[in-house]
Nanobody, 125 residues
Framework: QLQLAESGGGLVQPGGSMRLSCAAS????????IAWFRQAPGKEREGVSC???????NYADSVKGRFTISRDNAKRMVYLQMNSLKAEDTAAYYC???????????????????WGQGTWVTVSS
Protein backbone atom coordinates (compact mmCIF):
# COMPACT_ATOMS: atom_id res chain seq x y z
CA GLN A 1 0.00 0.00 0.00
CA LEU A 2 1.42 3.35 -1.06
CA GLN A 3 1.76 5.66 1.90
CA LEU A 4 3.20 9.15 2.25
CA ALA A 5 3.65 11.20 5.41
CA GLU A 6 4.54 14.88 5.37
CA SER A 7 6.25 16.74 8.20
CA GLY A 8 8.06 19.99 8.87
CA GLY A 9 5.28 22.54 8.57
CA GLY A 10 4.61 25.38 10.98
CA LEU A 11 4.82 29.15 11.33
CA VAL A 12 7.59 31.13 9.66
CA GLN A 13 8.14 34.84 9.10
CA PRO A 14 8.15 36.34 5.61
CA GLY A 15 11.58 35.97 4.08
CA GLY A 16 12.31 32.93 6.19
CA SER A 17 13.03 29.32 5.26
CA MET A 18 11.47 25.97 5.99
CA ARG A 19 12.09 22.40 4.90
CA LEU A 20 9.26 19.95 4.40
CA SER A 21 9.83 16.21 4.43
CA CYS A 22 7.85 13.42 2.82
CA ALA A 23 8.38 9.88 4.10
CA ALA A 24 7.46 7.11 1.67
CA SER A 25 6.45 3.59 2.65
CA UNK A 26 4.83 0.58 1.03
CA UNK A 27 6.66 1.02 -2.27
CA UNK A 28 10.18 1.38 -3.69
CA UNK A 29 10.73 5.11 -3.95
CA UNK A 30 13.52 4.70 -6.53
CA UNK A 31 11.05 3.91 -9.30
CA UNK A 32 8.55 6.72 -8.72
CA UNK A 33 8.15 10.40 -9.39
CA ILE A 34 7.04 12.46 -6.41
CA ALA A 35 5.40 15.87 -6.42
CA TRP A 36 4.55 18.52 -3.87
CA PHE A 37 1.21 20.29 -4.10
CA ARG A 38 -0.38 22.96 -1.95
CA GLN A 39 -3.85 24.26 -1.26
CA ALA A 40 -4.56 27.62 0.29
CA PRO A 41 -7.92 28.41 1.91
CA GLY A 42 -10.55 29.10 -0.71
CA LYS A 43 -8.25 28.13 -3.56
CA GLU A 44 -7.76 25.07 -5.69
CA ARG A 45 -4.88 22.70 -5.15
CA GLU A 46 -1.84 23.57 -7.24
CA GLY A 47 1.36 21.80 -8.14
CA VAL A 48 4.51 23.25 -6.57
CA SER A 49 7.39 20.98 -7.52
CA CYS A 50 7.98 17.56 -9.03
CA UNK A 51 10.97 15.22 -9.16
CA UNK A 52 11.15 12.12 -11.33
CA UNK A 53 13.08 8.91 -10.74
CA UNK A 54 16.08 10.40 -12.57
CA UNK A 55 16.01 13.40 -10.18
CA UNK A 56 14.92 15.76 -12.94
CA UNK A 57 12.87 18.54 -11.42
CA ASN A 58 10.04 20.87 -12.42
CA TYR A 59 8.68 23.86 -10.56
CA ALA A 60 5.66 26.11 -10.67
CA ASP A 61 6.58 29.58 -11.88
CA SER A 62 5.52 31.04 -8.53
CA VAL A 63 8.25 29.17 -6.65
CA LYS A 64 11.09 28.96 -9.16
CA GLY A 65 14.35 30.18 -7.66
CA ARG A 66 12.95 29.94 -4.11
CA PHE A 67 12.01 26.28 -3.63
CA THR A 68 14.17 23.20 -4.20
CA ILE A 69 12.91 19.63 -4.32
CA SER A 70 15.25 16.72 -3.64
CA ARG A 71 15.11 13.02 -2.90
CA ASP A 72 17.04 10.47 -0.88
CA ASN A 73 15.97 7.06 -2.09
CA ALA A 74 18.04 5.22 0.51
CA LYS A 75 16.13 7.01 3.29
CA ARG A 76 12.84 6.85 1.39
CA MET A 77 12.49 10.60 1.73
CA VAL A 78 11.61 13.53 -0.50
CA TYR A 79 12.25 17.09 0.65
CA LEU A 80 11.03 20.54 -0.26
CA GLN A 81 13.39 23.33 0.79
CA MET A 82 11.51 26.62 0.79
CA ASN A 83 13.42 29.90 0.96
CA SER A 84 12.38 33.55 0.75
CA LEU A 85 8.90 32.60 1.88
CA LYS A 86 6.02 34.93 1.19
CA ALA A 87 2.59 35.29 2.74
CA GLU A 88 1.10 33.83 -0.42
CA ASP A 89 2.99 30.58 0.23
CA THR A 90 0.67 29.94 3.17
CA ALA A 91 -1.15 26.69 2.47
CA ALA A 92 -1.48 23.03 3.30
CA TYR A 93 1.32 21.18 1.52
CA TYR A 94 0.90 17.62 0.27
CA CYS A 95 3.30 15.16 -1.29
CA UNK A 96 1.97 12.78 -3.89
CA UNK A 97 3.01 9.64 -5.75
CA UNK A 98 1.82 8.24 -9.07
CA UNK A 99 2.44 11.57 -10.73
CA UNK A 100 4.06 12.57 -13.99
CA UNK A 101 6.52 15.45 -13.95
CA UNK A 102 5.40 17.12 -17.15
CA UNK A 103 6.20 20.77 -17.86
CA UNK A 104 2.83 22.03 -16.65
CA UNK A 105 2.00 21.52 -12.95
CA UNK A 106 -1.65 21.21 -13.97
CA UNK A 107 -0.82 17.87 -15.58
CA UNK A 108 1.14 16.19 -12.77
CA UNK A 109 -1.73 14.50 -10.93
CA UNK A 110 -4.19 11.95 -12.23
CA UNK A 111 -6.98 9.84 -10.82
CA UNK A 112 -4.29 7.31 -9.81
CA UNK A 113 -2.37 9.79 -7.68
CA UNK A 114 -2.01 8.94 -4.00
CA TRP A 115 -1.69 11.71 -1.41
CA GLY A 116 -0.23 12.25 2.02
CA GLN A 117 -2.24 13.81 4.82
CA GLY A 118 -0.64 17.22 4.40
CA THR A 119 1.28 19.64 6.58
CA TRP A 120 0.30 23.24 7.15
CA VAL A 121 2.69 26.11 6.40
CA THR A 122 1.86 29.60 7.64
CA VAL A 123 3.97 32.55 6.55
CA SER A 124 3.20 35.50 8.77
CA SER A 125 4.86 38.11 10.93
Amino acid sequence: QLQLAESGGGLVQPGGSMRLSCAASGFTLDYYSIAWFRQAPGKEREGVSCINKFATTNYADSVKGRFTISRDNAKRMVYLQMNSLKAEDTAAYYCAVNVECFDSPDTWASRDTSWGQGTWVTVSS
